[in-house]
């Protein structure tokens, strides 16, 4: 580690960090990004681990690939909202290589990452020679391809809270292909009580903005109602009239508008059925 952080010190802006090379050598082949010095995290061990600590949140270095999570029992049981998510991330031997560090730090706008970590409430470590800081997720990405990091710095550890005890999660994303990025996708959590009373939503839509958007506010009506009074399809509506949506070759922002409203809608009825006592995955 002290050897990344003096190279990445001593290069500044030529230098760039390579994970597991699945964003970063597509735009060094396209000339879209030329650093003159790579910094390779692969030997670094403590940036591999993935562990649950004293207060029960889980501990990810950087380095751990999207497969990992995907194939840990402790991730699946108490976050099972990250493996919802990861495994629409492309294909699997991309899922192989790539990292959930490369994904915060290349901040796609469609990337899952990003908003599971904005639905969990995640923390980012961040270290450079000069000492470490802790970024909360909603701060860490700023805009398209864009993140809080400076030169020198590099992102070190992921942790995500504590399991919510009573809580239900679901994901809905369209994309043209499997395995393609998302056009638009949506995350919801519930947290709900022994009377089936919601008592807290989250709700995260991604790849319709620059930057993936925590949008609770728009389930707060059904907060304190029973949850056979949840209306997706209202949701699904305030949600689209909530953002901003951009417009891109892939997809206009009307079209954009409506697929948000299709993957809220679905990720709240994805929520739903795995209520506590409905189905337990
Ligand atoms: C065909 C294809 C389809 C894809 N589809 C999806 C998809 O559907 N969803 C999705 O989310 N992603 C998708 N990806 C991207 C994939 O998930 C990448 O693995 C990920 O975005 C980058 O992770 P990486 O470890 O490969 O990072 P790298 O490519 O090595 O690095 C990416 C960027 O992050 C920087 N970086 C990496 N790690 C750190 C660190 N620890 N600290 C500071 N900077 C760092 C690098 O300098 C670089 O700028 C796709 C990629 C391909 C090729």
Same mark, same amino acid.
């Given at each position: 580690?002290?050897?990344?952080?003096?190279?990445?010190?001593?290069?500044?802006?030529?230098?760039?960090?390579?994970?597991?090379?699945?964003?970063?050598?597509?735009?060094? $082949?396209?000339?879209?990004?030329?650093?003159?010095?790579?910094?390779?995290?692969?030997?670094?061990?403590?940036?591999?681990?993935?562990?649950?600590?004293?207060?029960?949140?889980?501990?990810?270095?950087?380095?751990?690939?999207? $497969?990992?999570?995907?194939?840990?029992?402790?991730?699946? !049981?108490?976050?099972?909202?990250?493996?919802?998510?990861?495994?629409?991330?492309?294909?699997?031997?991309?899922?192989?290589?790539?990292?959930?560090?490369?994904?915060?730090?290349?901040?796609?706008?469609?990337?899952?990452?990003?908003?599971?970590?904005?639905?969990?409430?995640?923390?980012?470590?961040?270290?450079?020679?000069?000492?470490?800081?802790? +970024?909360?997720?909603?701060?860490?990405?700023?805009?398209?391809?864009?993140?809080?990091?400076?030169?020198?710095?590099?992102?070190?550890?992921?942790?995500?809270?504590?399991?919510?005890?009573?809580?239900?999660?679901?994901?809905?994303?369209?994309?043209?292909?499997?395995?393609?990025?998302?056009?638009?996708?949506?995350?919801?959590?519930?947290?709900?009580?022994? $009377?089936?009373?919601?008592?807290?939503?989250?709700?995260?839509?991604?790849?319709?903005?620059?930057?993936?958007?925590?949008?609770?506010?728009?389930? !707060?009506?059904? +907060?304190?109602?029973?949850?056979?009074?949840?209306?997706?399809?209202?949701?699904?509506?305030?949600?689209?009239?909530?953002?901003?949506?951009?417009?891109?070759?892939?997809?206009?922002?009307?079209?954009?508008?409506?697929?948000?409203?299709?993957?809220?809608?679905?990720?709240?009825?994805?929520?739903?059925?795995?209520?506590?006592?409905?189905?337990?995955?």
């Amino acid at each position: 580690m002290e050897e990344a952080l003096g190279l990445l010190q001593q290069h500044g802006d030529d230098a760039r960090v390579i994970a597991g090379g699945q964003s970063l050598v597509p735009a060094m $082949n396209l000339r879209m990004a030329t650093p003159g010095m790579l910094v390779d995290l692969a030997g670094i061990d403590a940036l591999s681990a993935l562990d649950v600590a004293g207060d029960g949140s889980l501990i990810a270095g950087a380095m751990v690939t999207h $497969n990992r999570f995907l194939r840990d029992d402790r991730v699946s !049981s108490g976050w099972p909202a990250i493996g919802y998510a990861i495994r629409h991330v492309a294909h699997e031997q991309i899922r192989n290589r790539g990292t959930v560090g490369g994904s915060l730090c290349h901040a796609d706008p469609a990337a899952e990452w990003a908003a599971v970590c904005l639905l969990l409430d995640a923390e980012m470590q961040v270290m450079s020679r000069d000492g470490e800081r802790t +970024v909360a997720a909603d701060s860490f990405i700023k805009g398209v391809y864009d993140t809080t990091l400076a030169p020198g710095e590099l992102l070190s550890r992921i942790r995500f809270p504590a399991p919510l005890r009573g809580w239900c999660w679901g994901f809905h994303e369209i994309a043209r292909r499997h395995g393609d990025f998302a056009l638009a996708g949506a995350l919801v959590g519930l947290g709900v009580d022994e $009377n089936s009373v919601v008592t807290a939503a989250r709700l995260v839509v991604f790849a319709v903005e620059d930057r993936a958007r925590r949008l609770d506010a728009v389930l !707060s009506d059904i +907060v304190g109602r029973g949850v056979a009074e949840i209306d997706g399809e209202l949701a699904g509506l305030s949600a689209a009239a909530a953002i901003d949506p951009r417009s891109d070759l892939h997809a206009s922002a009307e079209l954009r508008s409506h697929l948000v409203h299709v993957c809220v809608m679905r990720a709240l009825a994805a929520a739903m059925e795995r209520l506590p006592g409905v189905r337990n995955e």
